[in-house]
Each structure stands twice: as C-alpha cells, then as structure tokens.
C-alpha cells in the first residue's frame, strides 16, 4: 500500500475513483476504518461513497473538493 499525498491524489487525473488504501493517509485513518464507516454510516465520512459488493470505491472529483482542491 503506498501513502498518497493529497497532490499525488490529486495528479491521478486518469482514474475515477480512488480506494480506502489510497486515501487513508491524507485522512489519517486507517482504510478498514474508513470501510466499514463507508457500509455502516457514509453520512460521517462527508464524501460520496460506492459500495459495490465488498469493495468501496470513492469518487475522485467529489473527494478532492471535499479536501479543498479546487477541481
């Protein structure tokens, strides 16, 4: 699992949604944390999840303005 920085986030411009592995160290939090919030209570999280069978997915361009980007 590599730790994405916000900017290297933000500059994978060729995918549309990014994983709780990729987005855990900009939020701090740990990406089973951020799964099973994403199942049991997506309101918290404060950005669009996907729940697709097991997996989670999470929208770039919705995620990235929540963390300020101006997309």
Same mark, same amino acid.
């Given at each position: 699992?590599?730790?994405y &920085? #916000?900017?290297e #986030?933000? *500059? ?5 949604f990014? /994983?709780?592995?990729e987005?855990?160290?900009?939020l701090?939090?740990?990406? *089973?944390?951020?799964?099973? /919030?994403?199942? *049991?209570r997506?309101?918290? #999280?404060?950005?669009? %999840?996907?729940l &697709? ?5 999470i929208?770039?361009?919705p995620? #990235?303005r929540?963390?300020g %980007?101006?997309?």
């Amino acid at each position: 699992m590599k730790n994405y &920085t #916000l900017p290297e #986030l933000a *500059q994978k411009t060729d995918r549309e949604f990014f /994983t709780a592995d990729e987005i855990c160290n900009v939020l701090g939090i740990h990406p *089973q944390t951020i799964r099973d /919030t994403a199942r *049991q209570r997506p309101e918290l #999280l404060g950005f669009p %999840v996907i729940l &697709t069978g097991c997996r989670v997915r999470i929208p770039r361009i919705p995620f #990235l303005r929540f963390m300020g %980007v101006n997309i």
